[in-house]
């Protein structure tokens, strides 16, 4: 990937708990206009590094630079813009339950934008529809959404302040087929339309078969491997070759060859 601008450089990363380490001496890239997914088995700090990236744990030892700057060092007025540039969907949505889907889209509108609560309420709207939700949703509680519905809230408060990178935690864990598929192609157009740059967290094959660019895997504290997905599940590794070509890994790829010819 020479010649790439890298939006986030991490170099040697070591995150530990305790005694535990999660994280030792990992290298990670992130390129403008890529989707990068994350794969890993459990327990090899997926989210924890996804949280050190973002600025929600400084890690034990190492760098995080976004867009040339180096997070741990940056100004507090410096971080605060560079965070303004991160659109985060956590895992589980982490909607605001005492708010309205509108509600929790404005927030961060009317907090970091400065935007008054009607101004931020329509601009709310907006991203909702480039969400993909109905405007029948605006007005509910989360609690009254699907787990689709709120996949697709929280993408929308997400792209809110209109960011470079867009952070995804597991973004299709718990969804149906049709409905990991469709939000699935939702990033894939966002990307696209927006020029975003998406670090995506995820353990769906199918979702490493149609939308991403490259694949990191992490194994052994650090990344085993990164590379474009034809590189990955080539790697002399039982733990890759048991995930990419297992049983669901073939039906995957078969799954995707399928779409591809009938495009």
């Known amino acids: ?145 699907s787990g689709g519905m709120i996949k697709r809230a929280a993408l929308a408060r997400a792209l809110a302040l209109d960011p470079d990178i867009l952070f995804l935690d597991e973004p299709t864990a718990g969804l149906d087929p049709i409905g990991a598929a469709a939000f699935d192609q939702l990033i894939l157009t966002l990307r696209d339309a927006l020029g975003l740059s998406v670090f995506l967290i995820t353990h769906d094959l199918d979702t490493l078969y149609t939308i991403t660019d490259r694949i990191a895997v992490l194994s052994q504290k650090k990344v085993l491997v990164a590379g474009p997905l034809s590189e990955v599940e080539n790697t002399d590794d039982p733990w890759i070759h048991e995930y990419f070509h297992g049983p669901r890994g073939r039906a995957a790829e078969d799954a995707a060859l399928r779409a591809r010819q009938e495009r």
């Open 1 to 145: 990937m020479s010649g790439r601008e890298a939006v986030i450089e991490a170099r040697g990363i070591c995150n530990r708990f305790g005694s535990q380490s999660v994280h030792e001496n990992l290298d990670l890239d992130l390129y403008r206009g890529e989707i990068l997914a994350v794969v890993g088995g459990s327990g090899s700090g997926k989210s924890v590094l996804l949280r050190s990236i973002v600025g929600l744990r400084r890690p034990n030892e190492g760098t995080v630079r976004v867009f040339g700057e180096d997070l741990a060092t940056a100004s507090e007025t410096q971080r605060s813009l560079l965070e303004r540039r991160f659109g985060v969907l956590f895992q589980k949505g982490a909607l605001f339950s005492s708010l309205t889907v509108t509600e929790n889209v404005a927030l961060p509108l009317i907090e970091h934008a400065g935007l008054s609560r009607a101004d931020a309420e329509h601009l709310a709207g907006v991203k909702l529809a480039l969400a993909g939700l109905p405007i029948s949703a605006a007005d509910k509680y989360p609690a009254s959404l």
